[in-house]
C-alpha cells in the first residue's frame, strides 16, 4: 500500500490568483496522478505526472491553467492557475500501488474560489 | 473513449435492507475495481475483479463482473449505518493503462 499526504487540505483563495498543491507519497512511484472532484460528482482525472518528463493532461485540461512538477519519485505538485469559482472542487492526488494496481489516493484539498 | 455508468445515482434505504449498485461499461474491460467513499473522506479500495463471471464476496458485500466484461454489480445485505457513502466502480481498459471511474451511487442508511 502507499500512504498520501496532501497539502494544503484546504483553502479559500481569491479569483484571479494561483494555488499550488503539494503530493508526498511514502515510496517512489514512477506515475502520479491528479484527479478532480466536483461536489457530489465522480473523479475526473486532470493528468499524469511522470518523474523526468512532461505531464500528459487529459482532454479539457491544458499545460498553462494546471502546471504540474514532478521533481522526483514521491512528490508532485499540481498548481491552479488564474482561479475562478468554477475551479472550486476537491483535488486529489493518487498513485497505483498493491497487489491489484489498486488507486491509493491521498486526502485531498478542498479548494474554494470566491 | 470509454464511458463508465452508474445506476442510480442516489439510493436511500432503512437499516436492515439491502441495496445494489450496477456499472455499465461502453466497451470491454481488462478489470474493474469498486472503491467506498465516506462522507469528507478520499475513495477506498475494495475489491477488484478480473475473470468473466466472477463473483466475490467480503462479508455482507457481493460483487459481480459479467460474462461480456462490460458490466458489473455491487450488493450489500442488510445495509447498516456504517455502509453509507459513495460507491465507485473503476474500469481499465483492455490495454490495462485507463482507468475510468463511473458516476458514483450515494447510498444513504435510516436507522
Known amino acids: 500500500s502507499a500512504v498520501i499526504s496532501q497539502k494544503p487540505s484546504r483553502d479559500i483563495c481569491q479569483r484571479g490568483t494561483s494555488l499550488t498543491i503539494q503530493c508526498q507519497v511514502d515510496?517512489?512511484?514512477?506515475?502520479m496522478f491528479w484527479y478532480r472532484q466536483q461536489p457530489g460528482q465522480s473523479l475526473t482525472l486532470i493528468a499524469t505526472?511522470?518523474?523526468?518528463?512532461?505531464?500528459?493532461?487529459e482532454s479539457g485540461f491544458v499545460i498553462d491553467k494546471f502546471p504540474i512538477s514532478r521533481p522526483n519519485l514521491t512528490f508532485s505538485t499540481l498548481t491552479v492557475s488564474n482561479m475562478s469559482p468554477e475551479d472550486s472542487s476537491i483535488y486529489l492526488c493518487s498513485v497505483h500501488s498493491g497487489v491489484y494496481n489498486e488507486q491509493f489516493f491521498g486526502p485531498g484539498t478542498r479548494l474554494t474560489v470566491l | 473513449g470509454q464511458q463508465v455508468m452508474q445506476i442510480p445515482q442516489y439510493q436511500h434505504v432503512q437499516e436492515g435492507e439491502d441495496f445494489t449498485t450496477y456499472c455499465n461499461s461502453s466497451?470491454?474491460?481488462?478489470?474493474i475495481q469498486w472503491y467506498k467513499q465516506r462522507p469528507g473522506g478520499h475513495p477506498v479500495f475494495l475489491i477488484q475483479l478480473v475473470k468473466s463471471g466472477e463473483v466475490k464476496k467480503q462479508k455482507r458485500l457481493t460483487f459481480q463482473f459479467g460474462e461480456a466484461k462490460k458490466n458489473s454489480s455491487l450488493h450489500i445485505t442488510a445495509t447498516q449505518t456504517t455502509d453509507v457513502g459513495t460507491y465507485f466502480c473503476a474500469g481499465y481498459n483492455n490495454a490495462g493503462n485507463m482507468l475510468t471511474f463511473g458516476g458514483g451511487t450515494r447510498l444513504m442508511v435510516k436507522p
Open positions: 466497451t470491454t474491460l481488462s478489470n
Open positions: 515510496s517512489q512511484v514512477t506515475m
Open positions: 505526472a511522470n518523474q523526468g518528463s512532461e505531464a500528459t493532461y
